[in-house]
């Protein structure tokens, strides 16, 4: 217990060595420039970092897809089967049928921010604690959804899809298209440089022990289920854009069902 108390003070007697900690988990840094003319281009780190990313899924994929058999598989050919169909389950039963064309979309999102999520762990800072980033993922996922929706109904029935399913709630779902990707970035920024933080702090109370622990949770566990949740979202708004609207037979057997309903009760009465 005295060990914690004078650890207790001693942080907040450098708390400004603290503070200073935490600004610099949460600036976005440069990483390299570039000169194009009289252009000077700067690439921070966390898009270096997602350069990173896509550099290294994009070998796997080129190494565990070589060679591939339909009979006599190789046990590499079974292992990665394997993952892929457990990964495309995720969201195979998310989409609905209409909605099989887009898994591989969800997957590889799936797959890069589970990997930039940890990337903490190979001592890099995770690109998705750049605002940035998140928001180029959020804008581009949303995009996707509307397309979806434009494609599957065409331009016309996109627009009365902002109706349904009464016009009184118009605005509001105008406001889905604005407030859906502000939700998905912030909730991935947020909990990514939160995790990031916390370990800069857990780092810096006591350095040997303590971070290894936690590192289980917040740079495994915590990164992982944020990408599942992205994802997970992203899926329900694109089934949402892509399900059918009611059928006008429906409809009419409902109002008539209401209307002899009506009928009983009154001749009831």
């Not at 997957?107 to 995770?126: D, E, Q, R």
């Not at 996707?144 to 331009?155: G, T, Y």
């Not at 509001?172 to 912030?186: E, G, K, Q, V, Y």
Request: with cysteine; glycine share 6%; charged share 20%.
């Amino acid at each position: 217990m005295g060990v914690l108390q004078e650890t207790v003070f001693e942080i907040l007697h450098n708390s400004e060595n603290v503070a200073d900690m935490i600004g610099e988990k949460m600036a976005v840094n440069e990483a390299f420039h570039f000169t194009i003319g009289n252009m000077r281009i700067a690439v921070d780190d966390g898009i270096f970092v997602s350069w990173i990313v896509i550099v290294v899924l994009a070998v796997l994929a080129f190494c565990l897809t070589r060679n591939l058999k339909v009979t006599n598989i190789s046990k590499r050919q079974a292992a990665v089967e394997f993952v892929v169909t457990k990964l495309e389950g995720i969201f195979y039963n998310t989409l609905g049928e209409h909605g099989k064309e887009y898994v591989p979309y969800l997957t590889t999102v799936l797959l890069f921010l589970g990997l930039s999520n940890i990337m903490a762990v190979f001592g890099f800072k995770p690109p998705t604690r750049d605002l940035n980033v998140t928001i180029a993922l959020a804008v581009m996922s949303i995009v996707l959804v509307q397309a979806a929706s434009i494609r599957r109904h065409n331009v016309f029935g996109w627009i009365k899809q902002f109706a349904q399913p009464t016009p009184v709630v118009t605005v509001f779902n105008i406001l889905d298209i604005f407030t859906r990707p502000l939700s998905l970035c912030m909730r991935l920024f947020g909990n990514i440089l939160g995790a990031f933080v916390i370990m800069g702090l857990l780092e810096h109370i006591l350095p040997i022990f303590l971070p290894a622990v936690f590192c289980l949770y917040f740079d495994f566990f915590d990164g992982l289920l944020q990408a599942y949740i992205f994802t997970f979202l992203t899926g329900i708004y694109i089934h949402e854009a892509i399900e059918d609207p009611e059928p006008k037979e429906k409809k009419v057997k409902k109002k008539k069902k209401k209307a002899v309903a009506a009928e009983t009760a009154a001749v009831e009465a």
